[in-house]
Structure formats: C-alpha cells, structure tokens
C-alpha cells in the first residue's frame, strides 16, 4: 500500500473510529465533566491504536467490528494519559485546542482524565468475547496502564540525569509509548481469534513499531521542517531532554571543546537559535541523528517481520503500511 493510499485509509478508519468514540463517552450527569472528556477525542488525533486494533482482528481473519469496543477503550485511555500529561508539563496546546487544564483548570484535568480512565475500562467491558478472554483483555489493559505510569516516572527521573544509559532509555519508551500499542494489537488478537503465535507476533509488533515510532519523533524534533512540524525544532536541546541522539552523543563525543560547548546547550531555556543550530549541526556531525535514525529504521524493519504470521490480505498491507508511516515519514 502506498503512503497515499495509507494515509487517506488511515483518516477514514480513524474518522468512524472517531463516531464510535464519542458515543461511548457520551453517558454521565454532570454536563461539563462531559465535554471536558470529550475535548481532546474530539480534535481527533491520528487514531493509530484503535485503528491497528481493529485490523489486526481483520487480519487474524476475525471480524473486525467486534473489536470495536476494546479498540475505543484504549483510544480513551491513551487520552486520558495525554490530559494528565499536558498538566504534568504544563503544555497549552494538544491537537490545536488549548488544553483541557486551559479550558477548564487543573482540579478538573485531573478529575476528567480519572473519568476517562473509568470509561475506558466502561467501554472496555462492551467488547462481545468469552469470559476468558474478558478476562485475558482486562488484565492485558490494566497491565499494560501500569506500564505507562512506570515509563513516565522513569521519564521524569531521567530528566534529572546527566547520562541515561541507551538499555534506560528503550526500556522508557518501550512502557511510556510502545507498551499501550502492544495492547492494543494484542488485544486485537485475541479478539479476532488469532493462535498463540499470531497474538505473541502482533504485541512484538507492536512494541517494536512503538519504539521506532519513538525514536523518530526524536529525529523529527531535531531536523524536521519547523513549519511542517508546528514547533521550533531544536526545542529538544533547550530542554535537555536525553534523547537517544543526545545520549548517543555523550556517549562517542570526544571530551573537548565541542562536547563542553554542547553539554553547556543542553537545557539552556536561554540558548539562541544560533546556538541551537550550532548543537544541531555538532550532533549531525558526531553522527548520532544518522544513528537514531538507523536504529529507528532498524525498529520499522523487525515490526515488519512480525507480520509474516499473517495472511496476505489489505489488513495486513495495512499494519506494514502502518510501520512506514510511524518510522520514516518526514512529518
Ligand atoms: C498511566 C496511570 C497513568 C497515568 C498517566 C501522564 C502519564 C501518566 C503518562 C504519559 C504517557 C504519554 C503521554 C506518553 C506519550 C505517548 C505518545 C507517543 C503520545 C502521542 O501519541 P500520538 O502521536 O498522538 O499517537 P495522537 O494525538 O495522534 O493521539
């Protein structure tokens, strides 16, 4: 499947996923409570978790609509993490929209972002399975929350390190990012009636599609187009962030003048474009972008292979296409 055509399937699917969504965070008394859950579902998103979801169902040859339920569960979820994080960081903008701390205030991001977590597990319980794989699916979903709480502590502490280690590094992303799309492929699986090897293929996947996925976003704050990607690049550097680039770069830069100089950058709110273009270009020249960017590309190329355990079918071209799109698309 072409880019094109993956990208207008991806808008569809998403778009009535989207429908689907609303109607399950629509019950409730309390008028304004509604609206602040709906707020960030409602500016859309890209849909990626549901949306593979449902086609690993179809492409384990299930039917795809009974996936429906679970496949929204964890698009509510992975929302209700992005409202405690934009209050966690204090960002003020998600998907266009002021965010919902902005809109409304922190007590009630906080209580909407519980609510949707209650939903989630709400809507999760709609799914049409047997009581064991009710079961398989609670516990695969709940899992796997944990996993993005640890991933985000981790997060936070590794913002207070000099040096991470790269093994610190995956093992972060892998909980904050990779561990909800394993669920949601997993749970895909399950519910589409996959083998054992078939739902152990699509959460290996999945995690490793999330890395890579990841890592790219790392690459693309750093030398994407700052128009195309509606933020400075660079914003990475003065933040400090441990990037994988930047850990690969303390790690092989030399000690000397360069590394002093990019050391001193890293989380400079006050460094200048000039300087950040500077670091930039230091980072390119030390090679750590080529790195992540192959490590990324590496990630995309064994998700891929996971997928070998699958019929041929538009679903399954689908899931590749999928892997292309979140690892090596310029923006
Ligand atoms: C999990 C108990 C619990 C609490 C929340 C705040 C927090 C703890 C975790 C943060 C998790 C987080 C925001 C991870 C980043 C995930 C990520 C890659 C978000 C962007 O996903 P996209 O690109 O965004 O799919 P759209 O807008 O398309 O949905």
């Given at each position: 499947?072409?880019?094109?055509?993956?990208?207008?399937?991806?808008?569809?699917?998403?778009?009535?996923?989207?429908?689907?969504?609303?109607?399950?965070?629509?019950?409730?008394?309390?008028?304004?409570?509604?609206?602040?859950?709906?707020?960030?579902?409602?500016?859309?998103?890209?849909r990626m978790r549901p949306v593979t979801a449902v086609a690993v169902?179809?492409?384990?040859?299930?039917?795809?609509?009974?996936?429906?339920?679970?496949a929204?569960?964890?698009?509510?979820?992975?929302?209700?993490?992005?409202?405690?994080?934009?209050?966690?960081?204090?960002?003020?903008?998600?998907?266009?929209?002021?965010?919902?701390?902005?809109?409304?205030?922190?007590?009630?991001?906080?209580?909407?972002?519980?609510?949707?977590?209650?939903?989630?597990?709400?809507?999760?319980?709609?799914?049409?399975?047997?009581?064991?794989?009710?079961?398989?699916?609670?516990?695969?979903?709940?899992?796997?929350?944990?996993?993005?709480?640890?991933?985000?502590?981790?997060?936070?502490?590794?913002?207070?390190?000099?040096?991470?280690?790269?093994?610190?590094?995956?093992?972060?992303?892998?909980?904050?990012?990779?561990?909800?799309f394993?669920?949601a492929t997993?749970?895909g699986?399950?519910?589409?009636?996959?083998?054992?090897?078939?739902?152990?293929?699509m959460?290996?996947y999945a995690?490793?599609m999330?890395?890579?996925?990841?890592?790219?976003?790392?690459?693309?704050?750093?030398?994407?187009?700052?128009?195309?990607?509606?933020?400075?690049?660079?914003?990475?550097?003065?933040?400090?962030?441990?990037?994988?680039?930047?850990?690969?770069?303390?790690?092989?830069?030399?000690?000397?003048?360069?590394?002093?100089?990019?050391?001193?950058?890293?989380?400079?709110?006050?460094?200048?474009?000039?300087?950040?273009?500077?670091?930039?270009?230091?980072?390119?020249?030390?090679?750590?972008?080529?790195?992540?960017?192959?490590?990324?590309?590496?990630?995309?190329?064994?998700?891929?292979?996971?997928?070998?355990?699958?019929?041929?079918?538009?679903?399954?071209?689908f899931l590749?296409?999928m892997?292309?799109?979140?690892?090596?698309?310029?923006?």
């Open positions: 499947m072409d880019e094109k055509t993956f990208r207008k399937e991806l808008v569809k699917r998403a778009d009535d996923m989207g429908e689907h969504i609303m109607s399950f965070l629509g019950g409730g008394e309390h008028d304004e409570l509604i609206k602040a859950m709906r707020h960030y579902p409602s500016a859309g998103g890209k169902a179809e492409a384990v040859g299930g039917k795809g609509e009974n996936a429906i339920p679970f929204c569960a964890i698009e509510i979820v992975h929302n209700f993490t992005l409202v405690h994080d934009d209050v966690m960081d204090n960002d003020d903008v998600r998907r266009g929209l002021p965010a919902v701390h902005v809109v409304w205030d922190i007590p009630t991001a906080i209580i909407a972002g519980d609510a949707m977590f209650a939903k989630g597990f709400e809507t999760l319980a709609d799914t049409e399975v047997d009581a064991k794989d009710a079961r398989r699916l609670l516990k695969l979903t709940a899992n796997a929350i944990y996993l993005v709480a640890e991933g985000q502590q981790m997060d936070m502490e590794n913002e207070t390190q000099e040096q991470v280690s790269v093994e610190r590094y995956l093992d972060t992303i892998q909980k904050k990012t990779a561990e909800l394993a669920a997993e749970g699986a399950i519910i589409g009636g996959g083998t054992a090897e078939q739902i152990a293929s959460r290996e995690i490793l999330g890395i890579g996925f990841q890592i790219w976003d790392d690459v693309l704050g750093i030398a994407a187009d700052p128009e195309l990607l509606g933020k400075p690049v660079g914003s990475d550097i003065r933040n400090g962030k441990r990037t994988l680039i930047v850990l690969h770069a303390l790690e092989t830069m030399p000690e000397g003048e360069e590394r002093h100089r990019l050391l001193s950058m890293l989380g400079d709110h006050d460094a200048s474009d000039d300087d950040v273009v500077w670091a930039i270009d230091a980072l390119d020249r030390n090679g750590s972008i080529g790195h992540a960017r192959n490590m990324a590309l590496e990630y995309a190329h064994r998700s891929k292979e996971c997928l070998e355990c699958l019929p041929e079918c538009l679903d399954r071209e590749v296409a892997v292309d799109f979140s690892v090596g698309r310029e923006l």
